[in-house]
């Protein structure tokens, strides 16, 4: 599975932004997408992530009540909806997938097999 994640940029806080992530190869595969972030110098963090059927979902607690993370099989795209950004979001925003990932394993990078490049997210106080 190759993941090419997309639609990063420059932000005004408070603002919005979506940011998309295509998956090509064997995307005949049931697999969980996940997005992760990390600033320079730090540790990548969990962002989000969701189940394939859609109806699980799982969030940071600093993310939690303004980002929405969805999917859409059909177009084996998943995005992330960005609302009430805050300078703190400012980060290279990965996105991340694979085949079997248990719910409690969600948050992990250790669980995802296939990563994407990254887009960079900035936001302006």
């Known amino acids: 599975v190759q993941l090419q994640a997309s639609g990063g940029g420059l932000v005004q806080a408070g603002g919005s932004l979506r940011i998309s992530c295509a998956a090509s190869?064997?995307?005949?595969?049931?697999?969980?997408m996940a997005w992760f972030r990390q600033v320079q110098g730090k540790e990548r963090e969990f962002v989000a992530a969701?189940?394939?059927?859609?109806?699980?979902?799982d969030y940071a607690n600093s993310v939690k009540g303004r980002f929405t993370i969805s999917r859409d099989n059909a177009k084996n795209t998943g995005y992330l909806q960005m609302d009430s950004l805050r300078p703190e979001d400012t980060a290279v925003y990965y996105c991340?997938?694979?085949?079997?990932?248990?719910?409690?394993?969600?948050?992990?990078?250790?669980?995802?097999?296939?990563w994407g490049q990254g887009t960079l997210v900035t936001v302006s106080s």
């Open positions: 991340a997938a694979s085949q079997s990932v248990i719910r409690s394993n969600l948050a992990s990078q250790f669980a995802y097999a296939y």
């Open positions: 190869g064997r995307t005949s595969s049931r697999f969980v």
């Open positions: 969701i189940m394939f059927n859609g109806g699980t979902t």
